[in-house]
């Protein structure tokens, strides 16, 4: 019997962990020392219907927090927010150019489409067989006149919106930061097109009709952990 126990034991914890790991609210709530430990406990065995006592349930919870920085180190985060500003701006788009043997071309030209002087809005992203463009719907039009004739050449998502963070420089060598960031947008309901890090700015790019929402949730974290 105690053989089996041993065996079973792990399983639980496996399971407890994986069950808090897919859920984000939680993960918030436990970062932030909101939860009842007991009644989680009671609430997850209910769920996966787990033969175990609450009590064991309970010591696999705090195992979970003691060994995930990012929860461990919740509060530590407020002074990476501190001050943070949250800055918006609609009408932009990306293009995606796949597959391109010719990509540094489009690379050199873009200090002749661009007016850099009057601040247009450009972000690059190369990747190993692919570069996105990110930039408002005026410059788009003007960038596309030099892409390839082919439809199939590249793809542009319009409709979207920029959100930049700026928050502590120091947030660069901690854990868990971005990732905080992005749940906080996934417990909204947001799907994130693209996501920047040049601390100590954060860039996203979300749909435009979850901007609203974007907002304010992002502006109520930096609140909160301020």
Not at 173 to 198: D, H, P, W, Y
């Amino acid at each position: 019997m105690g053989l089996y126990y041993q065996m079973q034991k792990p399983n639980i914890t496996r399971e407890v962990w994986n069950y808090i790991s897919r859920d984000l609210a939680i993960q918030k709530h436990l970062g932030k020392n909101l939860i009842n430990m007991r009644a989680l406990a009671k609430y997850i065995t209910t769920e996966l219907k787990l033969k175990a006592s609450t009590d064991s349930v309970i010591s696999a919870i705090r195992r979970y927090s003691s060994h995930n920085d990012g929860l461990g180190s919740f509060n530590e985060m407020g002074s990476f927010f501190k001050g943070s500003n949250v800055i918006t701006r609609n009408n932009m788009a990306c293009i995606i150019l796949r597959n391109q043997a010719n990509i540094h071309e489009y690379l050199s030209n873009m200090s002749k489409i661009m007016d850099f002087e009057k601040g247009e809005p450009l972000r690059l992203i190369k990747g190993r067989s692919s570069l996105r463009i990110l930039a408002d719907m005026k410059s788009i039009e003007k960038i596309k006149k030099s892409l390839p004739k082919k439809e199939h050449d590249f793809e542009i998502k319009e409709n979207l919106s920029e959100i930049k963070i700026k928050i502590a420089l120091k947030a660069e060598k901690t854990k868990g930061v971005a990732a905080r960031i992005s749940n906080e947008l996934t417990l909204q309901g947001i799907n994130i097109s693209e996501m920047l890090f040049c601390i100590p700015e954060i860039i996203i790019y979300v749909d435009q009709s979850d901007l609203l929402k974007a907002h304010e949730g992002l502006v109520k974290l930096c609140c909160d952990m301020s």
